[in-house]
């Protein structure tokens, strides 16, 4: 069986040796979607990240192709639905609870967007390559005895929660599944948004999840500072640029965008655009998951995980 890596820069050579053991392993870094869809045509097997959108055309040009591997959790660039139609079987971090406990870089980039934002650090250090030094400037906000309310207490949001201790500040969430907790627990999401001074979103992108966060939980709350290191489709984009402009909201920093493998120009977007403004906006290229070390363990994790399932099926 031909099994393909479609973006291979530095890929876990522990992955590939072991998968070199049992397949023909097609080792690319793919660059445009016309030469994806020429390498995928005679593949069993493909190994991706987020580079693409696996999307109905691709899939029916890879005639042979019988599974997808991916090391994410979220599969929104994968049409899932149409490849198990087909036979097709997708194999990913998804509900791999106890693994994933073990992966810290998407909580530690959250923290890092929340210092980042809330000391202005982006700017200042923007105004000091220019030649300037003026603190008054950049005065930020202190994050001790400040109320973070985390939208979705799962893996992540508990690891956001946990460094928010040692910052000592007072924490809050929300969740649609019942979690036992020492932290102060909403009922609802807008209790949630009134109640904080940070909001930290960290909900899977699910049908019911689309456009979760938007002007309706702002209705009571307090100009907030917000973080979404989840998926871009969770809030609605367009509200979140209205809440900047009016003060609703007095710092952004995401490290999503909605359709963010479809654009053809992403300074179209209204959050980066309003970056481009110079709002308290920071935007960085869904870069979360992506350390060598969460990468290699998570393409490893995956690589053994796949050929478990397929010796199974042999």
Not at 29 to 58: H, M, P, S, Y
Request: charged share 20%; glycine share 6%.
């Amino acid at each position: 069986m031909k099994l393909l890596i479609t973006e291979s820069e530095h890929f876990s050579s522990k992955a590939i040796a072991d998968l070199q053991q049992h397949f023909e392993v097609r080792i690319e870094n793919i660059q445009t979607r016309e030469e994806l869809l020429l390498k995928v045509a005679a593949c069993e097997v493909i190994f991706i990240r987020l580079g693409f959108n696996i999307d109905q055309e691709v899939i029916q040009n890879a005639k042979n192709l019988k599974y997808i591997l991916t090391a994410t959790t979220g599969l929104d660039h994968i049409d899932v639905a149409y490849f198990e139609s087909q036979g097709g079987q997708v194999i990913s971090l998804k509900n791999e609870v106890d693994f994933l406990g073990t992966i810290p870089s998407t909580a530690e980039h959250t923290w890092g967007l929340l210092l980042a934002l809330l000391r202005k650090i982006p700017f200042a250090f923007d105004h000091v390559k220019q030649g300037e030094w003026n603190r008054n400037t950049f005065k930020g906000n202190n994050l001790r005895g400040k109320k973070i309310g985390i939208l979705g207490l799962g893996r992540v949001g508990k690891q956001v929660a946990h460094f928010a201790e040692a910052f000592g500040m007072e924490i809050g969430f929300f969740d649609t599944v019942s979690i036992a907790s020492n932290y102060k627990h909403h009922t609802t999401a807008a209790d949630l948004f009134q109640w904080a001074d940070i909001i930290s979103i960290h909900i899977p992108l699910t049908p019911e999840n689309v456009g979760f966060v938007n002007k309706t939980l702002f209705k009571n709350s307090k100009p907030l500072f917000v973080i979404n290191t989840s998926r871009g489709a969770v809030w609605d984009e367009n509200d979140m640029a209205s809440l900047l402009k009016e003060g609703k909201l007095v710092g952004l920093a995401t490290d999503v965008i909605t359709d963010e493998l479809e654009s053809a120009n992403w300074t179209d977007n209204p959050l980066i655009a309003l970056a481009n403004q110079h709002y308290n906006v920071i935007v960085t290229p869904h870069i979360a998951g992506a350390t060598f070390e969460s990468m290699a363990m998570t393409e490893e994790f995956i690589t053994q995980k796949f050929l478990q399932q397929h010796k199974n099926k042999i």
